[in-house]
């Protein structure tokens, strides 16, 4: 069984950053694609960026420039690092793993949520 933990959320004032980190434990492909999803209250759920195990990634157009998804193969774990944050990006944010055949969406397991609050 695979277990992804996710920690990092909070509430953070907009223009300011915020790291989530997700820690995947269990039996999986060494050879992986990791992602961050999230879903705002009344929206559909949306892919914010995938990583590959050797760190190919893809970001949605919302997030360019603002979001830096990577990856410590090492340690199992996926970082979302989030600046410029806007009220927006305000939902409850996702990891994910899948094998590469699920690529892009990586979404053979699921975390819990985090939630990210962003007040204007």
């Known amino acids: 069984q695979v277990q992804l933990v996710e920690s990092g959320g909070g509430l953070v004032q907009a223009g300011g950053s915020l790291r989530l980190s997700c820690a995947a434990s269990g039996s999986f492909f060494s050879i992986n694609a990791m992602g961050w999803y999230r879903q705002a209250p009344g929206k559909q759920r949306e892919q914010v960026a995938v990583?590959?195990?050797?760190?190919?990634?893809k970001y949605a157009d919302a997030v360019k420039g603002r979001f830096t998804i990577s990856r410590e193969n090492a340690k199992n774990t996926v970082y979302l690092q989030m600046n410029s944050l806007i009220p927006e990006d305000t939902a409850v944010y996702y990891c994910?793993?899948?094998?590469?055949?699920?690529?892009?969406?990586?979404?053979?397991?699921w975390g819990q949520g985090t939630q990210v609050t962003v007040s204007s």
């Open positions: 994910t793993l899948g094998s590469l055949s699920t690529w892009p969406y990586a979404d053979d397991y």
């Open positions: 990583i590959t195990s050797s760190d190919y990634t």
